[in-house]
């Protein structure tokens, strides 16, 4: 069983999708190694990682378009591992929208309704409200064709929705629209998702895709669940190196364990000395070597002493933001990253001035080395 310890969110309302020890292998490769989820019902959950982690065939095999070779997948507490797709109550939105080029906006919309054998007055009545839902109501007599990118990936939305699923699964959805786009589709989505109350199960890359939408977010790599949590929590307290790096930008500094005492920990910095949470570091001895990791945003210029000095490479302006890359010797790859909000940090600390850094203790955690 995973060693990945309950979330008190699965646990505060009705469970939605359940994943039991589900395994998946094709071949000899194993895709998915005994993933165990909770999902309550009406949570925005997302599966977050890199291409080829399992997250798109965990997503399949909750919809039933894989057969899992192990374990179990329950659906508002009713078992769905063998039942087929079209039994499952569950409504996908694919990367690639899969519109019938053919059918009007209207009729791709009541398909799943018509293969349901609903009567047609209903169709006609739950298709006008979807679109109206996804802000289409006009466009039903349009053909995909006359549609732009996020017409069309709204079309896909309401089609999903219109034969209202327990489960709603999305498939990397927004990857073919534009940045603008992006963002307005993003919040439509969070805001239909909370006005229906569905339970949504979302797949994604992009970790601030992933931070900015999600109730709780399911990382994952080489077919494992790596951590579930909250996006502060999965940003702020990461259990593992590879979540550390993985979501959102961070600095590497090497580092040795001096002692632990209860749930805390103290490691040697240089000539400092840093508090970090303990849970991260067992089965370590005083004096291994570990790396501390520090989000950019948590790195402060000190006005004396610090427990970094480096010498400041450049500025990279991102509009609220500018990001500072100062040299440091001590750091892994020899650089940090200094986030500072605003627009003042080249004209206070200019490329080629010598700085000193500084962190708040409880911004830092820290994990085993590879030098071990």
Not at 58 to 86: C, H, K, Q, R, W
Not at 253 to 277: F, K, S
């Amino acid at each position: 069983m995973s060693s990945i310890p309950p979330d008190a969110a699965s646990r505060t309302r009705p469970v939605g999708v359940q994943i039991d020890g589900v395994t998946k292998r094709f071949g000899d490769a194993t895709a998915l190694h005994e993933a165990w989820l909770k999902i309550g019902q009406g949570e925005f959950m997302t599966l977050l990682g890199p291409s080829g982690c399992g997250k798109t065939t965990l997503l399949n095999l909750i919809a039933g378009f894989l057969e899992a070779d192990g374990g179990e997948i329950f659906v508002s507490g009713s078992l769905m591992t063998e039942t087929p797709p079209y039994d499952r109550e569950i409504g996908v939105v694919f990367q690639n929208y899969a519109l019938f080029p053919h059918m009007s906006v209207a009729k791709n919309v009541g398909y799943g309704l018509r293969m349901r054998g609903v009567p047609k007055r209903e169709i006609e009545q739950r298709v006008a409200e979807a679109l109206a839902l996804v802000k289409l109501a006009a466009f039903g007599d349009r053909k995909p064709r006359q549609l732009s990118g996020g017409q069309q990936q709204r079309v896909a939305l309401a089609r999903a929705l219109v034969i209202r699923p327990k489960v709603l699964l999305l498939d990397e959805p927004f990857s073919a629209l534009d940045k603008n786009l992006r963002g307005s589709m993003q919040l439509e989505l969070k805001e239909i998702q909370r006005k229906l109350g569905v339970t949504t199960i979302f797949v994604t890359h992009d970790q601030s895709e992933a931070l900015s939408m999600s109730d709780r977010i399911a990382v994952m790599s080489d077919g494992r669940i790596r951590q579930v949590g909250t996006p502060d929590e999965i940003y702020r307290r990461p259990l593992d190196p590879f979540v550390a790096a993985f979501v959102g930008d961070v600095n590497v500094l090497p580092a040795r364990l001096e002692r632990r005492l209860g749930d805390m920990a103290t490691v040697v910095l240089g000539e400092a000395r840093v508090q970090v949470r303990a849970q991260t570091l067992d089965g370590l001895a005083p004096g291994a070597a570990v790396d501390l990791f520090v989000r950019p945003d948590a790195m402060r210029f000190a006005e004396a002493e610090g427990v970094l000095s480096g010498t400041v490479a450049t500025h990279v302006y991102q509009g609220s933001h500018v990001d500072v890359l100062v040299d440091v010797p001590a750091a892994k790859g020899g650089r940090v990253i200094v986030r500072v909000p605003g627009h003042e940090a080249p004209g206070r600390w200019p490329a080629g001035a010598r700085v000193t850094l500084d962190f708040a203790a409880g911004d830092a955690v820290a994990f085993a080395s590879d030098a071990n």
